[in-house]
């Protein structure tokens, strides 16, 4: 006879309505996140998708997991497919829905084996739920960094850019939020499985937790002085399949700063992109960012694409000061496959020859620190998907920056949510550093950020404008800074060590059934 421990565990509902319940969990997911932004949505879905798994074996649990996963990334990042059609946003969003379901998996199991694990149910409403947060959280670190540089836009943190959860990033870091997210939905999960235990008890441990996860006090940033900073936004169409002009966004962004020439500023910021000549080969834009930074009597900070040797680019930012030239420069960390650079090139053109000759050069990942010495402000420098990288941030941090130039051009992706996603991500940076992020786009959204995550200036999308404000400046670092990466190693482990248990006593307890004398 099986005693509980050893019993099964049966799956919540009948497999047809665990995939549709995936489905909608991803699907909710994705309702937490800008656009819509209706962050609570976000821990809805992540009850879908975990009660969809509960019994489940591997391979109904791996099936349910590229469903909830395809439909989380499929709405996610659908804005892939306005310039570049449906074919790169399915190939990603499969990519995408493959890992999410290898996560499914390993969350699957460990609901499928803890009873035997922790056969008290004190211990498991402990444990489990840590368990399943880890996993969660280890495969979002994986995809942030893996393969080619990782794609991390879907951290369920992100979400939370608007929550009272985005204070708790200055304390544990992004995995360390989303760990918490996924604990706290796995633990009601638990309690209203453990119906051992009154409602009453049940409805009030809960609503503990609750509290208990939004009574983290803000951490207190700390400023040291401001700078005054212009960031000035064209409104050009900088898109890959635009019909400009060479000159064109140099232009808008010149006129743009005329307007504000006579304005006292200690620098002024251009996205990413900001002048599409190089002022390295360009006798026109060396004499603009001459004539501009000497008027205003300030140093600029400039995107443009770099070519310092045959077949050698870079997506660069620029310190111009007039009469000087260009000081310092910083190439882009992380630039984005199959869109700065082709992996594989031969073997994706054999698939698809025509996406791939788009890709018409491949940028190099740079290799300089991430700073500039802005008249004695370190500024840390980001360009475009850099901000989503917890090792650029952490550089930025260690190379001084007192505020983040967080430069980008989003024109290719229209008035889609990719644009509001990214300075979402942008605010919790932040929040997380505890340094003003000046979010400078070509097109937009483009605000400059406090080290709350409070707006202090913005333009609207698609308008030419400039934002001009006195910017905080910091020092000090926040406790994600200095513990962040040890945080994500922490609960990943957790979960990964978790799993392994399970497995373990799962098999432990196959080979003691096996030996066991049968009944005659």
Not at 22 to 39: E, I, M, N, Q, R
Not at 384 to 412: E, K, P, S, W, Y
């Amino acid at each position: 006879m099986l005693t509980d421990s050893s019993a099964p565990v049966r799956p919540l509902m009948p497999f047809w309505l665990a995939l549709l319940t995936a489905a909608c969990g991803g699907v909710a997911l994705d309702t937490g996140f800008p656009d819509k932004g209706l962050w609570p949505v976000t821990f809805l879905g992540i009850a879908l998708v975990l009660v969809s798994v509960i019994g489940r074996r591997v391979r109904g649990a791996l099936l349910i997991g590229l469903v909830g996963g395809f439909s989380f990334w499929g709405v996610h990042i659908f804005w892939l497919t306005l310039y570049l059609g449906p074919i790169p946003w399915l190939a990603l969003s499969i990519l995408q829905a493959l890992f999410f379901a290898v996560g499914t998996v390993l969350i699957a199991v460990v609901y499928g084996r803890a009873p035997r694990a922790w056969p008290g149910t004190r211990i498991r409403l402990i444990m489990l739920p840590v368990v399943i947060a880890g996993l969660w959280t280890a495969r979002e670190a994986i995809t942030a960094v893996w393969p080619e540089g990782g794609f991390s836009w879907g951290r369920v943190v992100f979400s939370q850019s608007e929550s009272p959860y985005a204070s708790l990033v200055a304390w544990i870091g992004f995995s360390g939020v989303s760990f918490v997210m996924v604990w706290l939905v796995a633990f009601i999960v638990e309690l209203v499985r453990t119906t051992t235990v009154l409602a009453k008890t049940r409805t009030l441990v809960a609503a503990t937790a609750i509290v208990a996860t939004l009574a983290v006090p803000a951490w207190y940033a700390p400023t040291e002085g401001s700078s005054r900073i212009a960031a000035v936004q064209g409104n050009t169409d900088a898109s890959l399949f635009s019909q400009r002009a060479a000159g064109d966004v140099l232009s808008d962004q010149t006129a743009e700063t005329l307007k504000i020439i006579d304005q006292k500023v200690d620098m002024v910021v251009w996205p990413e992109n900001g002048s599409d000549l190089d002022p390295a080969r360009s006798e026109q834009a060396t004499k603009q960012l001459d004539y501009l930074s000497e008027k205003m009597n300030a140093p600029f900070i400039v995107g443009t694409i770099t070519n310092p040797s045959q077949n050698t680019y870079y997506n660069t930012s620029l310190l111009w000061k007039a009469g000087q030239g260009s000081v310092d420069h910083y190439d882009k960390r992380h630039p984005v496959p199959f869109a700065e650079y082709m992996p594989a090139r031969a073997f994706f053109h054999a698939i698809v020859p025509d996406l791939v000759d788009l890709v018409t050069r491949d940028y190099a990942k740079g290799t300089t620190d991430t700073v500039f010495d802005v008249n004695g402000v370190i500024a840390g420098i980001s360009i475009c998907f850099d901000i989503t990288d917890d090792a650029v941030a952490r550089d930025m941090m260690h190379d001084g920056a007192q505020v983040i130039l967080a430069q980008t051009n989003n024109a290719d992706f229209g008035k889609t949510d990719e644009n509001l996603q990214q300075l979402a991500i942008a605010r919790l940076r932040a929040v997380e550093t505890g340094r003003s992020v000046v979010n400078i786009s070509t097109v937009g959204t483009s605000a400059i950020v406090a080290p709350d995550g409070s707006t202090i200036a913005s333009i609207p999308p698609y308008e030419a404008g400039a934002m001009i404000a006195d910017v905080p400046l910091a020092t000090q670092n926040t406790p994600a800074t200095l513990l962040g990466g040890g945080i994500e190693l922490l609960v990943s482990g957790l979960g990964l060590a978790g799993f392994a248990l399970c497995l373990l006593t799962g098999r432990g307890a196959r080979q003691a059934q096996r030996k066991a004398p049968r009944a005659s």
